[in-house]
Nanobody, 121 residues
């Protein structure tokens, strides 16, 4: 599975950006897709996730301003509104693929290359 992310860039405080991510390759079994971010000197943290059935999870710092959507089975978007300087980070697309029998499933994890979001004050 390959993940191709796009949509990062430079925006002023209060502005908006939309990130997109498309999974390609052997995508059968992909369930959870998500966005993580890693700011300078920080660990990689979850921004938002969405399951194949559309169940979403958000970080407390983003849930009032960001919205994740599953546009197709293998593509997700992240609409980011009201951006703040602390949202500056490299944003990574993530996908989780499960396979195997019901009584014992296995999991593969995939990461995209990252797209830089810079919010100027």
């Amino acid at each position: 599975v390959q993940l191709q992310a796009s949509g990062g860039g430079l925006v002023q405080t209060g502005g908006s950006l939309r990130l997109s991510c498309e999974a390609s390759g052997r995508t059968t079994g992909i369930d959870v897709m998500a966005w993580y971010r890693q700011g300078p000197g920080n660990q990689r943290d979850l921004v938002a996730s969405i399951t194949r059935r559309g169940v979403t999870t958000y970080a407390d710092s983003t849930k009032a301003r960001f919205s994740i959507s599953r546009d197709t089975r293998n593509t997700i978007s992240l609409q980011m509104n009201g951006l703040k300087p602390e949202d500056t980070a490299v944003y990574f697309c993530y996908a989780e693929q499960t396979y195997g029998p019901v009584e014992r499933t296995y999991k593969n994890e995939f990461w995209g290359q990252g797209t830089l979001v810079t919010v100027s004050s």
